[in-house]
Nanobody
């Protein structure tokens, strides 16, 4: 019924930039939070950034000042602009959104995008 489709991952050198996109599609009634998580090898999935439907944004301390989350509500899309990338940012990045379909609200996940920061 609802899909989150990510794009924009890849390989980048330390200090470089990447932008991730995540578009929601399907029988969507309302989109609430939209955010990004990441999971590095051998580590737990962690929150990177979140954008609420009210316009509030929150970031993990490790990415503050380097990453920017934004959303285009007309396109049901959330973006993650990642600047000054470090090796420790290497992970699979997942978008995440709380979406209402008819009377049901649940959390949806994207398919994951590999981001590798290496020289």
């Amino acid at each position: 019924q609802v899909q989150l489709v990510e794009s924009g991952g890849g390989l980048v050198q330390p200090g470089g930039s990447l932008r991730l996109s995540c578009a929601a599609s399907g029988r969507i009634s309302t989109i609430y939070n939209m955010g990004w998580y990441r999971q590095a090898p051998g580590k737990q999935r962690e929150l990177v950034a979140v954008s609420t439907s009210g316009g509030t944004t929150n970031y993990a301390d490790s990415v503050k000042g380097r990453f920017t989350i934004s959303r285009d509500n007309a396109k049901n899309t959330v973006y993650l602009q990642m600047n000054s990338l470090k090796a420790e940012d290497t992970a699979v990045y997942y978008c995440n959104s709380d979406i209402r379909v008819m009377m049901n609200i649940r959390t949806y996940w994207g398919q994951g995008s590999q981001v590798t920061v290496s020289s």
